[in-house]
């Protein structure tokens, strides 16, 4: 179990919170390679590292940093790829909305032949040829307006009458405008105005999305980083025990502490090496949980990861209020709360709309032309010598109205829902960013006392170590200041890391976690 010890030892020396002496001393020992097993300086045979080894079947520990898988993440992760597909969407459908500005074409070309006898006369042998065209559009007051030239061509044959030709042409503009229901510019625009609305939901969702993906990859970031920081410590505890052994070792063979001391030694070093492996495979755990979150490969050989992290925390001071109101304005649960209450107001608004009566005025006024010859027809036509107008007034109405009655009701339900809703995300807002800040508060103190603990066993180590120089103490009184030690810097490396993880949840309540990174997700 040592070569999981020593070829990091001098790295992770480095890190704990010895004294400098003590320190230096470890670390020269760790590089010499000597233990409790023989003479100080002598450097054991190392057995071959057995075919399960960690690093044979996971591979060698990628290096990473936060801000490159973060970077991965955001262009690959299934959430936000769905949301930029969302947005597309409703784009899409706003499109759609705007086929009301287009102009609509119909063409029809008719005929028809009849014939008729009596008695072996013609009576009747008539033929009828027509061609229409009309271009069409609504109107932004809520009618429409068409543009419909034709020309009808008849020729009627009777034994008794002889035959008779006739061309008629007409040029007609009809306009219908709603005087009562479906009046208006803003009804004509409601429905790109609720496609918009959409839109703009859509686009909060991406940035919720973006949000939440981020908060994962740093807390599984921290978890890794709380791993490795764990395995660090248990390390150095491992190699203050493995100093212990070589002092009471020395001790022993020259006869000055009884080898009865040794065994409790050895004990606390197989419990250390276990939990060295077991810290190691909890790093690979965690590896592979922030690969997952960040979108990295997962297989043969790419599952680890190393990184390397400052876990200094800020000295800046949280004020609950500020932050508080931060968040709500920077919330986009919030504000798609707000898209849906200003679609469904849009809703009602159309609703209501609809009690009102139908009242449709048309007007049809166009010139005419008519003659036995098709160009003296075009002609009369162009000269405007017939000229023809109609109008009408349409009243509709439908008398109980429970549709329209019954819809209108179920809107104003739902935006009631809707406050409800809002009422209780502002709640959910206010009290995660009261635990966030209580956990700052106390973690910072945590920290503080903890690094009192460590200061205590360290001083305390000493002095136990001293009373068994003198045959005051044994063994196991010194080991147990060690573990102190290790609890000390194990709490202390746990409340760094939940003050991270506080501090993640503020940003990215306030807003402030996809800039702090450099991540834009806007289109």
Known sequence: ??????????????????????????????????????????????????????????????????????????????????????????????????????????????????SGFFNGITIDNSTSLGLSAAVSRLLPTGGTISVQASSQYTRTVADAFGENTNWRDELNVTATQQLLRGRGRWFYEATERRATIVRDSSLLAKRLAAITTVQAIVNAYWDLVLAERQVAITRASLALAEERLRITTIGADGGKIPRSEIPAVRQIIATREEEVLNGELLVLDRSIALRRAGGMPIGKGALGLRVDADLAVGDAAFELGSLTERAFAASPELAQLARQDAATHLDIEVNENGLLPQLEAALTFGPQGQNEAAGTAAANLVTLKSLAISGSLTYTQSLNRYDVRGRARELREQRRRLEVTAFDTRAQIAQTMTRAVAQLEAAKRRIALSQRAIDLATENIKIESDRFTLGKATNFDVLNRQEELRQAELRRAQAMIDWHKAETVVQALTGDLLPGYGISVDP
């Open 1 to 114: 179990m040592q070569r999981l010890v020593r070829p990091a030892l001098a790295a992770l020396l480095a890190t704990t919170i010895l004294p400098s002496p003590a320190r230096a001393d470890l670390l020269s020992r760790a590089l010499d390679g000597s233990d409790g097993g023989g003479a100080p300086g002598q450097q054991p045979a190392q057995p071959p590292p057995p075919a399960d080894d960690l690093t044979a079947w996971a591979g060698a520990p990628q290096p990473t940093t936060l801000p490159a898988i973060l970077q991965l993440a955001v262009q690959q992760a299934p959430a936000l790829a769905a949301a930029r597909i969302d947005i597309a969407i409703a784009e899409a459908r706003i499109e759609q909305t705007r086929s009301r500005e287009d102009w609509g074409l119909t063409a029809r070309f008719n005929g028809s032949r009849a």
